[in-house]
């Protein structure tokens, strides 16, 4: 089952990073809602990336969030690829993508040594994820509108993570316990996928309209896994018997992959912000003074 999670993970990762290089090419400018449901473009990568977390959910059914969540960080490279696949990627933006898998992959090996414990109630669950998600991702959205156009691009994106990764775990949450949860919590939980998917789809186009696909994919893909890893130990018992040092190494490796981020927004070729479309108070001849 393991090794069908993992195989429905890698192909969810294609679809997620064909899905951002297509709508990111789609967007220009402010995000338009109506606008972009009229570009073909923009709605064959919402068909992929509804694809992928399709794929990505039955994996969650399979297999621990701590195993399957980290396996989407192969979508960078992918990303990469197909978003320079004119040119060759500089050796910067090579080394991010590759910071950005290593660290991911070492979050995955230090999960995956830990003993389950009991996992919290589905409804203590619900209740503290769904704070500490809302918390960071409204800290993270607040940054992004306050900022320059490089880090506003990765703190739309590190919101979106948030908000996918409390999706991923409420998932498995609810999976775990749907036999043994009372009907109202089951309930609550429900509404709250369609709420977080919202609030990432949001972030992610907004990421998309700031930076190149590239850098949106690598935050998602490394916050993404983090705060799922992290709900997972805390609350679903996928961490046990970690001790201080097992803890210190995923600390450190999520700040390889942070690092990684880090690379691939400074230097990526497409990391300049992108020019906003004129306003009609824009508009005027030359030598015209604009009222």
Known sequence: ??????????????????AAVLQ????????????????????????LAAGGAGLHALALVLAPVSVVQPVGVLAVP?????????????ARVVAGAALCVAGVALVVRTAAAATPDAPADLGRFLLVSGTAA??????????????????????FAAAGAVAFGLVSALLRAVFLQFGTADAGTLLGATAALPAALHARGWSVQQGFAAGPPAVVVAALTVGDPLVATALGAALLGEAGGLGAAGVGLLLGAGAVAAAGVALLARHHPDAAPRPTPPTPHDRHTPGEVPT
């Open 1 to 18: 089952m393991t090794a069908l999670a993992l195989l429905l993970a890698v192909a969810g990762a294609t679809c997620f990073a064909a």
């Open 24 to 47: 990111h090419g789609a967007i220009t400018g402010r995000v338009d809602l109506r606008a972009l449901l009229a570009r073909p473009r923009w709605l064959a990568g919402a068909g």
């Open 134 to 155: 809302a918390a960071a991702g409204l800290a993270l959205a607040v940054l992004a509108v306050r900022t320059t156009a490089r880090a506003r691009c990765v703190a």
């Open 78 to 90: 992918l990303a990469v690829g197909l978003g320079l696949r004119s040119t060759r990627p500089p």
